[in-house]
């Protein structure tokens, strides 16, 4: 992975992303890979309209990973004001999971969310049945706050539940 790249998405790059992202979380391929949700969650993690407006946001940026001239992962990274940015999307094709693109994408995140926002906590929310990857973030540095919010289960753009007791926990680092 040492030929991997990085750089921020543009307008151009959404048609790509998109089945990126849901592959890596959602429906069968994603089972190729250990951090899918498709034993949780149906329909696209995200859709084409919700990453063109990240995409145009100035305080939002999309980190894209690239090897090969093909796009092999993203993280995506939020400007939320205050000393905080939040961390979201972390997605690394199913079939190179597990070879450390993962890590450099949060220190890519990272690195970017101190430079460009100021940034001085980064937060991120990890659905709790997902014990596996919590315990992944943690030996990253990201701890849990002791804070849950509830899963937006009535809300179709984030996945139909296919089952009713999902949360998030809250995880923060200090940068």
């Known amino acids: 992975m040492d030929d991997v790249t990085f750089r921020p998405a543009g307008a151009d790059d959404v048609p790509a992303l998109q089945p990126l992202v849901h592959h890596a979380y959602r429906g069968d391929r994603a089972r190729v890979g250990w951090t899918h949700e498709a034993d949780l969650l149906d329909a696209a993690r995200i859709d ?40 979201g999307m972390l997605t690394v094709a199913a079939p190179l999971q597990a070879r450390g693109l993962g890590r450099r994408l949060i220190e890519q995140a990272e690195t970017l969310a101190l430079a ?10 990890v659905i709790v049945q997902r014990t596996e ?43």
């Open 133 to 175: 990857l919590i315990d992944w973030y943690i030996r990253r540095g990201y701890l849990p706050t002791g804070e849950t919010r509830p899963f937006p289960a009535t809300d179709p753009r984030f996945g139909i539940p296919r089952r009713s007791d999902l949360a998030f926990v809250v995880l923060e680092k200090a940068l």
């Open 48 to 87: 084409e309209a919700a990453l063109a407006e990240s995409v145009a946001d100035p305080a939002q940026v999309i980190i894209l990973a690239e090897q090969a001239g093909d796009l092999v992962g993203c993280v995506h990274v939020t400007d939320k004001g205050g000393g905080l940015a939040y961390l």
């Open 116 to 125: 460009r926002f100021g940034a001085r906590r980064m937060e991120m929310t």
